[in-house]
């Protein structure tokens, strides 16, 4: 239990639904992001947010919508989305977006998506 | 561009000893991570260094040379339990974490 949970674990979807994932974390940090986790590949950084603002979207295609309406919740739309997305979709929390501590993340243990 | 590597996939027997190397070329340096993913889990926090040398703790290591641009995770006395994914992680200069793609170690009895 890292105290970061993520809903749903796995999800499937067809080209045109519309689905959202969803993540709450229970530590009272103040930063939160997502990552897409492909095999065999690095961790890709999506989204970042700072007290609920968003301060990094790297070029993430506009079918990924993300959403946080407090430091302890963030969500992830997905529309139209390609058999490409398919991907294991983890949040992670944190203390500091930058600098201060070691600014260790805690994860949560993903959704596993499928695009068909 | 940035770049970490890190061997793909590692074999060893349960009881010894192994080491997993971490390279990395970042524009700046502000910390080196290792993070222990199980399969289906969450990727959890093992280590942290920012200066040169040896970080002991348990039956796991980290070491770090900035001037090679250089980490290993050294894990004594392995368990089966250590199967699993060890992903390195750079922090470059605008406090980003540069990812590499894991090493899956397998332990065998």
């Known amino acids: 239990e890292t105290g970061v949970t993520q809903t749903p674990r796995h999800l499937v979807m067809g080209m045109t639904n519309k689905k959202s994932l969803k993540c709450e974390q229970h530590?009272?940090?103040?930063?939160m992001y997502w990552y897409k986790q492909s095999a065999k590949k690095p961790l890709e950084l999506m989204f970042v947010?700072?007290?609920?603002?968003?301060?990094e979207n790297n070029s993430v295609p506009s079918r990924f919508s993300p959403e946080c309406p407090n430091s302890s919740h963030l969500f992830l739309h997905l529309h139209t989305l390609q058999p490409e997305d398919s991907a294991l979709y983890l949040c992670?929390?944190?203390?500091?977006?930058?600098?201060?501590?070691?600014?260790?993340?805690?994860f949560g243990e993903g959704s596993r998506l499928t695009v068909l | 561009g940035q770049n970490i590597d890190q061997p793909t996939e590692m074999t060893a027997t349960e009881g010894a000893i192994v080491q997993i190397n971490c390279t990395y070329q970042t524009s700046g340096f502000n910390g080196l991570f290792w993070y222990q993913q199980h399969a289906g889990e969450a990727p959890t926090f093992l280590s942290y260094n920012v200066l040169d040398g040896l970080e002991e703790k348990g039956r796991f290591s980290s070491f770090l040379s900035r001037s090679k641009g250089y980490s290993y995770l050294l894990l004594k006395e392995l368990q089966m339990k250590d199967s699993a994914s060890y992903l390195c992680a750079v922090r470059d200069s605008n406090y980003q974490l540069i990812w590499g793609a894991g090493t899956k170690l397998i332990i065998k009895p």
């Open positions: 530590l009272g940090h103040n930063a």
């Open positions: 947010y700072n007290f609920k603002e968003q301060t």
């Open positions: 992670a929390s944190s203390p500091f977006s930058e600098g201060g501590t070691t600014g260790e993340l805690f």
